[in-house]
């Protein structure tokens, strides 16, 4: 490393070793994973939908079955990502990025300026519209950046899934601080935000996320260990902050500080990645283990100025699917690569996909409501911002418990992921009957329970699609997967919480002998608000946890296998191939240097003989 070293100091020399290195970093793939990381810490926007919420509900006069219907939009858009994994099968990340940075741009604006009364009064269905164009835009992102991230690091997809998955769960948070800093206390400015920022930080990152087939290294999980501390740091310093701001009022100077600490945690991974790239370019520069190539290169030291091969990238475009309809009923074993039909119809996939609409659509319920449970309950405004930053808090470290724990027991005890899902089911039913049946600060631990399993459930179902079905069709049908949110979202958001809440504050209307005029927002206090809501969703979440046993006896067999097998072998013949290529590469520098030293010689020998001919002459 003292060689490597010593290559960025004094001269011309060192000035094309810094540009040399930056170039390594820029198209290296731990740099990707920054990029990554980056994309999904502000692409969460969906999850912070209650503290604007009530500036939609009461500027445009909405009651809460149509902001719930609006909330069903919102979750439709940012989970029916079909549509991007199908492009993203066909062009590079870059692509979907870019789609995505638009239509966050486009749907985001347009709420705010109806909010804003910038435009005209918009009618239902076109907040229903934007909301969903915006949202998806955060299907774009999720497919372009982790999709990406799994293909790459395809060895440890659940750390890779919890790592991302996280950020994109404590992003709320992170924008909430971000809004403070920029615009102090104006919740509508929150709408500008969002529209603005996740657009710019993808564009800014649009080559950089690509997928990338090269060598391995035994470190990977230990290098993602390292990200995790990070993140649990800005988590932490997260919780706190928040704690102190709902105990004392805040100014700007003190808003700006904050903010400026959670852009520095964000970009501390940062110097991780600047220390494995320079590990892995200090090996490329300078390697141990060739004897032929370091002597060639002592010979010839021109070949160090020549540039180092670049790891083979796979582009999105040069993979041709299959053909779509042949054996559709005969899909091969777990963990092969399904054709997209062969995936739809299969009785895992179906399992999983109603397990997953009953355990994501309860809680998703939950967390889009918090603000008006909270309200109904008679919680103060900062206890209600309370309770929306604990979901996010807990929201995060769910992700990332779930990705990188159920990692380490798959591994190491071949305990199965699908039964690690089956649990976390069971586990939100308490935060449900919390709600349900609520005592005195009881939405607190229902606001940690319920966050910390919505969280949870996203890496565990995504990464069960990836083993079970393959990576070959993955950006599909990871996004498939994602269909089972708004699903169970209209279901039990839409159709049970707020039609009974509407139901129960028409009855207290009745009860004060008023009726309802037009475009009056209900509104209803009481225990009895969502009762009978969540313990009907109670109820299908338990379905749920029942149904999803199922899937563990199907794929106990399966769990017990070594199913990284593949992608262990896969390295080897890529740095194999990449082994093979510098060889050939050295071995034609070598002919070519004798060829020429042969023809110097033959050169020389004939000017000698001249001269000695001429010599005689005379």
């Not at 992003?171 to 929150?190: E, F, H, P, R």
């Not at 964000?266 to 300078?286: A, S």
């Amino acid at each position: 490393m003292k060689m490597v070293g010593a290559e960025f100091r004094g001269g011309g020399g060192g000035w094309r070793a810094m540009k040399s290195f930056g170039l390594h970093v820029l198209l290296g793939r731990w740099f990707m994973a920054f990029a990554s990381l980056l994309i999904m810490s502000i692409s969460g926007s969906t999850y912070i939908f209650s503290v604007y919420s009530n500036d939609i509900k009461s500027t445009l006069g909405y009651d809460q079955t149509s902001l719930n219907l609006i909330s069903f939009f919102k979750d439709l858009g940012s989970n029916v990502g079909v549509l991007s994994g199908l492009i993203n099968e066909i062009t590079p990340p870059w692509v979907v990025l870019l789609i995505g940075a638009v239509m966050n741009l486009f749907g985001y604006l347009m709420i705010w300026c109806s909010v804003t009364g910038r435009v005209a009064k918009p009618k239902l269905w076109q907040m229903c519209l934007y909301i969903c164009i915006g949202a998806n835009s955060q299907a774009f992102a999720n497919t372009g950046a982790l999709v990406t991230s799994v293909m790459n690091f395809p060895e440890n997809r659940g750390s890779v899934i919890g790592l991302l998955k996280s950020f994109v769960g404590i992003s709320g948070a992170i924008l909430t601080q971000l809004y403070y800093a920029i615009y102090v206390d104006n919740s509508k400015a929150l709408i500008l935000l969002i529209a603005w920022l996740p657009a710019a930080v993808s564009i800014v990152f649009l080559r950089t996320v690509r997928i990338i087939k090269t060598a391995r290294k035994s470190n990977e999980l230990k290098v993602f260990n390292n990200f995790l501390y990070i993140s649990l740091g800005l988590a932490g310093f997260l919780m706190i902050l928040i704690i102190i701001q709902n105990s004392f009022k805040f100014n700007r100077i003190e808003y700006d500080g904050s903010a400026c600490v959670v852009v520095i945690l964000l970009f501390l991974p940062l110097v991780i990645v600047l220390k494995e790239e320079f590990k892995l370019w200090g090996r490329k520069e300078h390697p141990k283990d060739d004897p032929v190539q370091v002597e060639v290169i002592a010979e010839n030291p021109q070949i160090l100025e020549e540039p180092v091969l670049p790891p083979i990238e796979a582009q999105a475009s040069e993979r041709k699917p299959d053909s779509c309809f042949s054996n559709i009923f005969k899909p091969p074993d777990r963990g092969e690569d399904y054709t997209i039909l062969q995936a739809l119809f299969s009785i895992d996939m179906l399992i999983l996909f109603v397990a997953t609409t009953c355990g994501v659509g309860g809680t998703l319920t939950a967390v889009d409501n918090l603000g008006q449970i909270g309200k109904s309950l008679g919680y103060p405004t900062h206890s209600i911002a309370t309770f929306v930053s604990l979901v996010s808090i807990w929201n995060y470290l769910g992700r990332a418990m779930s990705g990188f724990a159920s990692e380490i027991f798959l591994v190491k005890y071949k305990f199965p992921r699908t039964l690690v899902l089956s649990f976390v089911l069971l586990f939100s039913c308490v935060g449900h009957l919390l709600i349900a049946f609520p005592a005195p600060y009881s939405i607190y631990f229902a606001s940690v329970i319920i966050g910390f399993c919505f969280g949870a459930q996203w890496p565990l179902v995504f990464a069960i699609i990836s083993e079970i079905f393959g990576l070959k069709y993955y950006s599909t049908l990871y996004n498939f997967g994602g269909v089972a949110s708004p699903v169970g979202s209209y279901i039990l958001n839409v159709i049970v919480a707020g039609h009974l809440y509407d139901k129960e504050a028409l009855k207290q209307l009745e009860a004060l002998g008023l009726t309802r005029k037009t475009g009056q927002q209900l509104t209803c206090t009481g225990t009895h608000c969502y009762r009978m809501a969540f313990i009907i969703i109670t109820a299908v979440t338990l379905f749920g946890f029942f149904i999803s046993i199922i899937l563990v006896l199907r794929t106990r067999k399966f769990y017990k296998g070594d199913i990284y097998k593949k992608f262990r072998e896969e390295p080897k013949a890529v740095a194999s191939e990449m082994a093979s290529r510098e060889d050939d590469t050295v071995l034609m520098r070598e002919r070519e240097g004798g060829a020429n030293f042969i023809a110097s010689s033959d050169a020389a020998s004939c000017s000698n003989t001249t001269n000695t001919s001429s010599t005689i002459h005379h």
